[in-house]
């Protein structure tokens, strides 16, 4: 196991280090599995989205989440001028919609997947196994991304199995069950 890094033990003080690639950062992050959902907002009367796997709970009181969003995205400018934007949760088998939202918005087909409008106007996206709508609670620059924190206003839960990213590909995770049951079930000798 490597020993900790940063740390003097002698001082409990960073120490100064090379920095860390990018690239080398990507790989060892890529071994935490996330999520994978789509942002969607509204811009100019037209739906927008991006493919994301920054999303996480902040606070149950009151509600909030958030989401990283790259500086320069068309997509962090929507969703401030439209005051929030709504979190698409993806089903396993709807690999598709996280491609679709993750190619540059110039590359995408004119026509986008099947929606409704969520309660604040947001877009709720066909084949997803949760929503949630959310108003613009606050932003904080962050290195070359912004978090961008929403306070949930409505949210729901749908049949289906969420859509897992690591070690840089997608992934199922199957049937969610019980685990405690499970455990007791599959594990005798426990």
Partial sequence: MPALSGLDPNQGMALTREPLSPGALRRVLGRFATG???ATTMSGGRPRGLTVNSFTSVSLLP?????CIHRDSAFLAAAIGRGGFAINIIDDDHLD????????????EPAWPGWEPSP????LLEGAVAYLD????????AGDHVI???RVHSAEAAAGHP???????FRSIGPICDLEEEVLKNWAWI
């Fill in 163 to 169: 859509l897992v990213f690591v070690g840089g590909r």
């Fill in 134 to 141: 959310c108003a613009l609670h606050a932003t904080h620059p």
């Fill in 63 to 67: 509600a909030l989440i958030l989401i």
């Fill in 148 to 150: 961008c924190i929403g």
């Fill in 97 to 108: 919609l996280v491609r679709f939202f993750a190619m540059p918005e110039r590359n995408r």
């Fill in 120 to 123: 604040s106007g947001f877009p």
């Fill in 36 to 38: 994978v959902a789509v």
